[in-house]
């Protein structure tokens, strides 16, 4: 799957992009040695999907590997449940509904399109607040966006990268002890 564009980083590129190439760096190494707790709640609850202890239904898939051509993304998706086409992306705790967020939706949506499922509708799930967050299938304009932002990750340069360190972002970031 090589030059496939992992469909966790796009939230990632727009936190910072200068994070998807730490990422990059530690990949191979233990992640319980640089992730924080809210980081580790999120990926064991994600482990259940993986091992697929949501649901035994048939028409529920979970932690399906997806992948699309036209936009080279590659991941998994979270839930989708084939009978109603709800495809739900469910995160630890949702404060705000980020534009990441939304993209790592859309992706997933365009994957399955893709490889023939039909996706009627799209969902945030918050986990601890057991609160949903229902996103508009993406229109012409918004897959126009979402083309163009995937084209600026394609395109991106690290060392043209002159980011200079955001207080708020860094503080709040996984790799601000390797960031130099
Ligand atoms: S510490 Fe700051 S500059 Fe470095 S990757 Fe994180 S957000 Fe980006």
């Known amino acids: 799957m090589e030059g496939y564009l992992k ?3 796009l939230n990632d590129f727009i936190f910072c992009p200068k994070s998807i190439y730490l990422h990059n760096i530690y990949d191979n190494f233990n992640a319980y040695a640089f992730n924080e707790t809210p ?3 999120g990926e064991l609850k994600h482990k259940n999907i993986d091992q697929s202890s949501y649901s035994t239904r048939k028409d529920i898939l979970q932690g399906l590997p997806i992948y699309s051509e036209k936009f080279k993304l590659a991941g998994k998706l979270d839930i989708f449940d084939k009978k109603k086409g709800s495809l739900i992306e469910r995160k630890t705790k949702v ?3 980020f534009t990441g967020y939304k993209y790592q ?5 365009f994957c399955l399109k893709e490889m023939g499922f039909n996706v009627k ?3 945030i799930y918050s ?3 057991n609160k949903k967050y229902k996103i508009k299938l993406p229109d012409k304009k918004e897959t126009k966006k979402f083309t163009n932002f995937i ?3 394609e395109n991106f340069e690290p060392s043209s990268c002159r980011l200079i360190k955001n ?3 860094c503080a709040n970031c996984i790799y601000a002890s390797l960031c130099f």
Not at 105 to 109: D, I, N, R, S, T
């Open 7 to 9: 469909i966790s980083f």
């Open 39 to 41: 980081q580790i709640v």
């Open 95 to 97: 404060k705000k509904v």
């Open 105 to 109: 939706l859309y992706a997933q949506y």
């Open 121 to 123: 509708s799209l969902c």
């Open 127 to 129: 986990l601890e607040d």
């Open 151 to 153: 084209k600026k990750i």
């Open 167 to 169: 207080k708020d972002k």
